[in-house]
Every structure is written in structure tokens, then in C-alpha cells.
């Protein structure tokens, strides 16, 4: 009776997976708006900004409390993310039912620690309505793939293999005499500007504009981004900074930051301490005494009459306070 209804319900879910990917409109290669993930619709695990995904390989998964496959897809869930969140992988849970008093408990019970967040999606590939329904987003921004989720899970390591290298600025671009040149404009932080140059002067040369305007393009996105960071996390926009400076070298906006931030003598202990968070992060019981350090010279740098210092500090401060275990807990153990 038990192996009847295993196989029951393995049709079921099969056919459930075959109707969701027969009803998409399949937006692959569509560039995604990541939300703005408020607090208000936070629900468990660490908050996250927009910006933070930018050049994250992203897996978006809606589910439901009350639904079981989805339970029964966190425990993949949590394997994958704790397998490849060092290496760029960003998973985010979005409850697409009612809110639920159960919620909580059951994600403490899994031992997620990637953002859950309440009616959040992306505009380019919402839930379709069947659960779960997960959407992968490569390094790039753009949708790789989307469907039933363990039908996703083994297109993650090969995009992983794209973080950090830069992503075609003139992809999708339909080029004649400049197909060559598409290979060779990528975000990776080598000098692009040069490539370019020859071909401001071709007004009467259509593709030569195309990718003119093309990168011009990007080249507006990617300044409007490190300024986005910025004003959130300074530490993070310094390298985003002097890669776009190295690529585009007449790009003069940012010499200021990068000129303040490189003369702050708190920055290489910002680093440093920044370091030591994410190895703790790894591991499953922190020490509590290196957690309680690391505080204590947070909480020092605060006081530090640089405001970027201290805003930094304060950001470093909210990513070690989960990691602090509260003495009642301790007592209960």
C-alpha cells in the first residue's frame, strides 16, 4: 500500500512538474530585477539588499509551509547552500502561501541559514502557481533556468564557473563586423575602454554605434550600482570600484571614494575582521570567545571619528550578531 502511494504521488508531482514547465512563457537569457526584499516581509535568516546578488549565482525558490514537497526539498536546500555558498551561490526562499505560525519552527528544525523572505518575487519569472517552482539566475543576472527544482540542481556548478569572470557586455547583440569584438568586451576588469575608442568616430557605421550605445549602456548600469553599494557597503564597492577604474580608465567619479578609502588605515582591519566573520559563518558551533573578539574590536572601530569606519563597523557589527549564542541558550545545553 505504502510503495502505491509512493508511486501515486511520484506521478502526481511528475505531472505537476510537466504542466508548470508546459505554462511558462521560458523568459531564459531575460535580464532579472532582483526585489528590494523589505523588512516587513522578512522572515528568517540573514537580510539581504538587492545589490547583494549582483554577480551571485541566485537560486529563487517559492514554496509553502503547507505544501510537502516543499518540505521535503529544504534538507537539498540546505546541502546545496552549505556546499556552495563560499563559492558565489545565493539561495532565497520566498513563502508564496498565508503566513503560518509554523514557519519558524520548521525553518530552526532544517537549520537554514539563507534568507526566507514572505510574497517576495521576481518580476521576470513570478511563480506560475504550482509549488515549489524555483528559478536559477546565473552570475550574469539572467535567467538560466526554471521549473521543478531538483530539475535545477545540477545547472548550479556550471554556473558557478562564471563568478567572478565577467560577463559579455555586448551579449545578445546582433554583430556582422564586429563579432570579434564581442568576445573581447568583458566585464572581467581588463582594459575595454581602448576597444572601444576607434569606434566613436564611425557615425555612419549603424553597428559600430549599436555597440557604442551597447556599452555605454552598461557602463551607466555599472556606475549606478558601485554608487548603490556604496552608500550601503563601502567595503565591497572599494574592489567594484578599482575593477570598473581598471576596465574604463577615464571613468572619474569614484577617485574620491577610492582615493578616502584607500588613505583609511582602518580598511585592511575592516578586511581582516570581515575575513574572520565568514570563516565563522562556516561552521556549524562558532566559539563564542572568538565571536566575543571579534565584537569587542567591532565595537571599538565604532567609535572611530571616520564616518565610513564607523559605518562599517556597524555592518560588521549586524553580521556577527547572529553568530552569538544568548547565555540562556547556553544554560539550556
Known sequence: MKCFFSIAAAIVLGMASIEISSGLEHPKGVKVTFPQFPASAHLYGPKIKASDLKGKVVFFEYWGINCPPCIASFPHLVKLYDQYKSKGLVIVASHSQRPSDKIEPFLKKSKVTFPVYQFVSLPEARCPGGLPFAVLVGANGKVVAQGYPGELYDLIKKELRNVGKGTPILDGLELDKYKALAKDLVSDGTNIEAKIKPLRNKQDDEEA???????????????????????????NALPMMLRLKKAVPSVKEFDEQITALKANKDIPRLLGIKKKIEALEQKKKPQQSEVKSLMDAVEKLEQSPDEITQKIAGQLKQLLSPLIVPEEAKEDK
Do not use: R
Not at 554605434?209 to 567595503?235: H, M, R
Open 209 to 235: 554605434q549599436k555597440v557604442c550605445s551597447t556599452y555605454d549602456a552598461w557602463l551607466d548600469n555599472e556606475k549606478a550600482s558601485i554608487e548603490e553599494v556604496f552608500g550601503e557597503d563601502p567595503l
